[in-house]
Nanobody, 120 residues
Framework: QVQLVESGGGLVQAGGSLRLSCVAS????????RGWFRQASGKVREFVAA????????YYADSVKGRFTISRDNAKNTVYLQMNSLKPEDTAVYYC?????????????WGKGTKVTVSS
């Protein structure tokens, strides 16, 4: 059974940092693109960042560019999201995703999310 499990969320003050991790199990995702999305309360889920299977290509939402960094370790089947200079508007549930193609929308597998709360 394929599972994506996020961790690393929590409460942080504005300006602080968090590092999210997403471990995949049930199959190897080394050839799959990976993505991070988020959904704030009362809002639709939005794209945050994505990385190609090799790590050579990355994409970011304008709202996080320069503050967030996506990376991956294929040997560990894990993708990371380093979040710096956090703002209250970054508060959301963060979801990781995996799919055969690099995309800002469509992925085949999703985690259940980890909550990030940024206090002002």
């Amino acid at each position: 059974q394929v599972q994506l499990v996020e961790s690393g969320g929590g409460l942080v003050q504005a300006g602080g940092s968090l590092r999210l991790s997403c471990v995949a199990s049930g199959r190897t995702f080394s050839s799959y693109a990976r993505g991070w999305f988020r959904q704030a309360s009362g809002k639709v889920r939005e794209f945050v960042a994505a990385i190609s299977w090799s790590g050579s290509n990355t994409y970011y939402a304008d709202s996080v560019k320069g503050r967030f960094t996506i990376s991956r370790d294929n040997a560990k089947n894990t993708v990371y999201l380093q979040m710096n200079s956090l703002k209250p508007e970054d508060t959301a549930v963060y979801y990781c995703a995996a799919g055969p193609r690099l995309s800002i929308r469509s992925y085949d597998y999703w985690g259940k999310g980890t909550k990030v709360t940024v206090s002002s």
